[in-house]
């Protein structure tokens, strides 16, 4: 059974960096796609930054490229989210979500159609 467990949120100032990270278990063979999301109150969720573990290719939002990088650590299956120059309107719940087994490139990943979820953690950003 495949398993996420998001970890990292957290209150930070303006300008300030955050990194989240995406453990998951039950990835015994075969490649993933991870993507995260993120949802404001009152706002739809949206995906932020996705890799793929076949080929290491990434995809960001517009919204935070440049500002956000992610990476992974497939010997952890361990994916992460480093934040940068956060600012107020990145305050969300933020998700991973993966797709196993996955064998596209990480720039092609989805919109939603993920088939494991993790739990979310808050990222809050004050101004």
């Known amino acids: 059974e495949v398993q996420l467990q998001a970890s990292g949120g957290g209150l930070v100032q303006a300008g300030g960096s955050l990194r989240l990270s995406c453990a998951a278990s039950?990835?015994?063979?075969?490649?993933?796609?991870i993507k995260w999301f993120r949802q404001a109150p009152g706002k739809e969720r949206e995906g932020v930054s996705c890799?793929?573990?076949?080929?290491?290719?990434?995809t960001y939002a517009d919204s935070v490229k440049g500002r956000f990088t992610i990476s992974s650590d497939n010997a952890k299956n361990t994916v992460y989210l480093q934040m940068n120059s956060l600012k107020p309107e990145d305050t969300a719940v933020y998700y991973c979500?993966?797709?196993?087994?996955?064998?596209?490139?990480?720039?092609?990943?989805?919109?939603?159609?993920?088939?494991?979820w993790g739990q979310g953690t808050l990222v809050t950003v004050s101004s």
């Open positions: 890799i793929s573990s076949s080929d290491g290719a990434t």
């Open positions: 039950g990835f015994t063979f075969g490649y993933y796609v």
């Open positions: 979500a993966a797709d196993y087994p996955a064998y596209y490139s990480g720039s092609d990943c989805p919109k939603y159609e993920y088939d494991y």
